[in-house]
DNA sequence: TTGAAAGCGCTAACAA
DNA sequence: TTGTTAGCGCTTTCAA
């Protein structure tokens, strides 16, 4: 590849004006600009974004980890983070961590050794080793510590909406089936939906599922979603597992919503192509997006804004899956 | 960030020194090495890649340009791929493209001014700008150009095997739903599949499909769907679309595999959480992305390989949406 | 409007 | 084993 002083020569003029003329900072007169374009042009040059970083000390690159980029939720917010930051002119480093601490720790490493201006993370699950890094971050979905920002749904209030369309569809005997104890997000449904519960005086079962994600989720939990058919009513942690929960009721031909009904969490994809569709509670996936780019944009600007949690509301999105 | 220099002052010794000690390339005493990383760990200090990269003319980052990282398929190719770059020492610059030609040709752009080590891009729709492109490139499914790999599944293979299955399964009045004209690889599938069935001498009847991946897909194609009934066996092109099939079926009572049988094609996570588990050909997510990031990092090595296609085998996955 | 030169943070050749 | 120095490709100050 070319560089700017073989570009400035095969032009007749100096490395500075090539410069300019790259970064419009300063006037060029038509015909050096002419010139330079023809050569740019021939070689097919283009600047090193690298040595102009070292410079400038601005990679133009955000930093995005998350679980896994095959996660549908975790993918789904990575594609509307990707189209943000690149509409404000940024890049992005991926990074999946497999909800792995040593691999978060070695992509923290990565990250700050390719000087990304800003850093997008999502369910970390380091804490100390955020402490002293002079890159702006967001946190999302979960806390890391009172210093970084952390951007997530309401997932509280999201469980508790759960709820309350399941006891408003005359729901009593009710399971929920919560995700791992290690995933804020889905602690805090848990919550939510607990709380609600016990507003009604109404007792809540459970069972816990080990990861949010896998292929093989069916068979890992088959042994659990053996007693399920006692219950009228499941909120479960998100749409796949409640996927997985509504396949195993057919496989038994248990009647849904009849016999018992169905909350997801996500409204993913997945919702209207299952038969019933799915009821589940819809995270705003291009508002979180959007406004996790908009204040990490902010932080890196410098601009002063709040130390808070930024919670974007939630919806029922009531489908097939419940009967009201 | 602190720099070189700072460590080196703070140590009391020369950034060659320091460097040598980062590196590892010769030996340090042990007197200095430890004197070295004192400073390195009380200032939390990095070397910076990029402009370590300026001077080896090595980012050690490769370019993945996929359509969309939440098209389903493309996210985990993009899972296997990350996986593979990173055993390899590689960082991944992760470009949406949309399908969007423009889009693709500003990130091309792009990755040449980040001079990414490589790239690998997923159903290109770009010609002549890979042309004059000075870096190593893969692309993944469909064809670019003599000069550049393609690594792909063997699309025509998996179309005829699809078809030997319905009609081994007693079919004989067979729909093919296909992707849109443009993409290589679903044209390869219903290649193969009309090969097989006029080997058969059957005639198969055609719907094409607009996009292979979008949430709204069964009511983009609701009119189209209308007259499916009539067949005694679907190809679909991939299993989303199968999964949007069949819930269009199963809203008019259309008993799988009973009345119609299906086969889809990827075998994505989605499979098994149909009910019946779809029947579908299988894509081997995994070779393939090892095979991407091997052929690649040659490619970078500047070791010589065939220019070719490199086709991996696809297999029939029986499930319950087919008889057999 | 342009050029010379210094410097961003790093590596590596050369010398000691 | 270590230090000095040139140079990677770029931006920007200063002077013309």
Chains 1, 2 share one sequence.
Do not use: W
Request: hydrophobic share 40%.
């Amino acid at each position: 590849m070319s560089n700017i002083r073989k570009i400035a020569k095969a032009a007749g003029v100096s490395i500075a004006t090539v410069s300019r003329y790259l970064n419009g900072t300063e006037h060029v007169s038509d015909e050096v600009k002419l010139k330079i374009q023809k050569v740019i042009e021939e070689v097919n040059y283009k600047p090193n974004a690298l040595a102009r970083a070292v410079f400038t000390k601005n990679s133009k690159t955000i930093g995005l980890m998350v679980p896994n980029i095959s996660n549908p939720f975790f993918n789904q917010m990575s594609s509307v983070i990707e189209e943000n930051a690149n509409n404000n002119g940024y890049n992005i480093l991926l990074c999946n961590t497999d909800d792995d601490i040593e691999k978060e720790k070695k992509y923290l490493d990565v990250l700050q050794s390719h000087r990304v201006a800003g850093i997008v993370v999502a369910r970390s699950k380091c804490k100390e080793e955020y402490g002293n890094i002079d890159i702006p971050i967001i946190s999302f979905e979960n806390h890391i510590s009172d210093e970084i920002i952390t951007v997530s749904s309401d997932n509280y209030s999201g469980g508790k909406i759960a709820f309350e369309h399941l006891y408003e569809s005359g729901c009593r005997r009710i399971l929920h089936i919560k995700g791992p104890k290690c995933f804020e997000a889905t602690e805090e449904r848990y919550r939510g939906f607990l709380d609600a519960a016990k507003e009604k005086n109404l007792e809540i079962d459970f069972i816990e599922f080990e990861t949010d994600f896998q292929v093989e989720m069916l068979k890992e939990n088959i042994e659990k979603l053996k007693r399920i058919n006692k219950y009228d009513g499941i909120f479960v942690f998100n749409d796949i597992a409640a996927a997985t929960v509504m396949k195993f009721l057919k496989m038994n031909n248990t009647k849904i919503p009849k016999d018992i009904q169905i909350i997801g969490f996500d409204n993913s994809f997945i919702c209207e192509l299952l038969h019933p569709s799915l009821t589940t509670i819809n995270q705003p996936i291009q508002e979180l997006g959007k406004a996790t780019i908009e204040i990490l944009i902010k932080l890196i600007n410098n601009e002063k804004i709040p130390i808070k949690d930024y919670l974007m509301e939630v919806k029922l999105i009531n489908r097939g899956t419940t009967i009201l």
